[in-house]
């Protein structure tokens, strides 16, 4: 060891030894830089652990000083983005909020895949035909990038979302086409991300985070056409139902603030949105703990009979129920939708909220996922066979003229038969008029991986699906025929894809409803004045057919949410 190093370094480290490597430092030539200087000129520890700084510009958000690359470093020159995008609405949301970010920082968008510099697949890994899909995907985009002049145009390929997190090594190994990988938590680093991936490194930001929301980032429409929109209230989930891969993609359960919900609803509002959707694993335990602290009685989550968690209930703050009640009188001629709730989070302060307000859909999204009370409790779901349908008897009493829908799986690990009709029978006993069903797919990660074997054949999963689905549609089609002879208010989205002489739209209850364009009269069906029907129009509609996906009929007169509302009364 040199003369620096065992005074810098010695067996026994005391006072003197300070004292006589800093004497030894201030020694040295002034013409030579010392080890001090170059300790103090160069990196610091917050260097390493810096994120990219986040300043609000305008709608979007730019990225500020980001370690070791200058601003300019980070833009995007103008290079063009395609997107695909894989499962959920929040997926939707995501790319939305990725592209705002992106858009800002100079990149332009592309729908065709041929022109881009930038490819960005939003993935989810919710199921492992999800995954295989992409995997599928990624092998044409790589046939593709390697046909590509990487001199003149090169392509880069990114994968976001929860596949990016969960199979991160394997990204990387597997498809060495792949440049740059961003977890659900990282989008706001996905300038420095793809700046570091041109220089021909692959760049990977997998964090999850405790914090992020996207509160300050207004996410940019996808389709600029359309006149409905989703918003993120929520992200993470705290449930750690023993099948589901999201608590470990997506982190730990956390809420935006109600102010950054409401300007967001009013940014769409101005922009022409007539319908939002509002997005969450598990909206409805939505939570802002900026807000007021609730009073005593109130700071506890109080469950319902039946039902429970395996976590620690968040006390104070205001929850759902004072959001959607906000939102609706922020908003009042705008529809608002939330999806996906929990089962357990639906206190009568909730319902009674939706019941109260008519721009806030008597809609419903009730995830079973089965009707055995001992799959239940294998999937860790938080309540009973029983509790589930007394929650179903209580909405139908508080909300007469609410639609359901659903999830459910089946071949989940044991189920038998028997517990299997169990589900049958809660299916065809409820009715549901849209329902979202699966055959059971392992994850890895998952507590099921860890407790359970995955030993119900795939073929008893497919024969015990096509069950399910007989008799969800055989309920469907019974719902559906009573809105035959009733007059809906039906939002307008465009064109109906089965025919250009038709419209297309939702009534209140989140079903579709054909029906002719041309022009109806204005505030009821007596007025002289008349106005063509077009994408975002309330149109007061009377049902004349129907079967179990689609309702069909004749256009009546234009209306608002809350004048239909009156003429109910």
Known sequence: MNTLGRHLFPRKFNKSCIITAARWLNQQPESKPTIKDRIREGPGFRDFLQQPSITPVGDHVLAADVPYLSRESVLGRGRKVFFEIYGCQMNTND???????????????????????????????????????????LRHIRLMKGKRDEVNKPLQIGILGCMAERLKKQLVEKEQAVDVVAGPDSYKDLPRLLAVGQGGQKAINVMLSLDETYADVIPVKLDRKSRTAFVSIMRGCDNMCSYCIVPFTRGRERSRPIDSIREEALHLQAKGIKEITLLGQNVNSYRDM??????????????????????????GGLRFAELLADLAETVPEMRIRFTSPHPKDFPGAVLETIARYPNICKSLHLPAQSG????????????????????????????????LSSDFICGFCGETDEEFSETLSLIQRVKYHTAFLFAYSMREKTTAHRRYQDDVPEETKQQRLRQMIA??????????????GRE???????ASKRSKDDLSGRNDGNIKVILP?????????????RKTIVSGDYVAVRIVESNSQILKGIPLYHTTIHDFAARKV
């Open 95 to 137: 790319t939305e909020i990725v592209w705002s970010i992106l858009k800002s920082h100079d990149f332009r968008r592309t729908g065709n895949i041929k022109d881009a510099d930038v490819v960005l697949l939003m993935t989810c890994a919710i199921r492992d035909g999800a995954e295989s899909t992409i995997w599928n995907r």
């Open 290 to 315: 900026s807000g007021m602290a609730e009073d005593a009685e109130k700071q506890a989550s109080i469950l319902a009979p039946g039902f429970k968690t395996v976590y620690k209930t968040k006390v």
């Open 372 to 403: 055995s009370s001992s799959v239940l409790e294998r999937m860790r779901r938080g309540y009973t066979r029983e509790a589930y349908l007394n929650l179903v008897d209580e909405v139908r009493a508080l909300i007469p003229d609410v639609t």
């Open 471 to 484: 008799a969800f549609r055989a309920g469907a089609e019974e719902l559906n025929r009573q809105y035959i």
């Open 488 to 494: 809906e208010l039906v939002m307008v989205e465009g």
């Open 517 to 529: 364009g041309g022009d109806v009269p204005m505030g009821d069906s007596n007025s002289k004045e």
